[in-house]
């Protein structure tokens, strides 16, 4: 691996980890992708998925903790002063799993810490996109910002 062309991407969970670790290892990676990311673990509790469903919650609760600080402490809504790498945001406004307000969080984030993220949104598209031509447009994008920040 070529230590200085390092860019870390995920999706879901994924999305989480592409964000943390750029806080946790600031000199390992070149830029970060977080595509349908939770990424203010404290605000899970208040999702429309979760509130009212006791299996939904007993699963959050023993997979993340309850401690609000906690859940603070290791959100990278809560640490994007330290994440100094190129990111790409990439979110469905339909994503009912991880809402867009986890993205519109981070994104604002970001932009507080004077390294505002390059943004996809899809009116239309869910917890992942799944229509052709979004998906297209995607790693069209993607392309585009890896080549840019850790060349082609």
């Keep these: 691996i070529d230590a200085g062309r390092v860019c870390v991407y995920?999706?879901?969970f994924g999305g989480y980890s592409a964000l943390m670790l750029p806080v946790r290892e600031p000199s390992m990676f070149k830029c970060s992708v977080g595509y349908a990311g939770l990424y203010d673990l404290?605000?899970?509790?208040?999702?429309e998925i979760v509130l009212g469903n006791k299996g939904a919650t007993s699963y959050i609760s023993k997979t993340m903790g309850t401690d609000p600080?906690?859940?603070?402490?290791?959100?990278?809504?809560?640490?994007?002063?330290?994440?100094?790498?190129?990111?790409?945001?990439?979110?469905?406004?339909?994503?009912?799993?991880?809402?867009?307000d986890q993205a519109e969080t981070m994104r604002?984030?970001?932009?507080?810490a004077s390294n505002a993220p390059e943004w996809i949104v899809v009116d239309t598209e869910g917890h992942g996109f799944y229509d052709a031509q979004h998906r297209k447009a995607f790693f069209e994008k993607l392309e585009g910002f890896l080549g840019k920040h850790i060349g082609n």
């Design 10 to 12: 995920g999706v879901s």
């Design 42 to 47: 404290p605000r899970r509790y208040k999702q």
């Design 69 to 100: 600080a906690l859940l603070a402490r290791h959100s990278p809504a809560q640490h994007a002063h330290k994440i100094k790498v190129p990111v790409l945001l990439v979110h469905g406004k339909k994503d009912k799993r991880t809402p867009i």
């Design 108 to 112: 604002d984030a970001l932009i507080r």
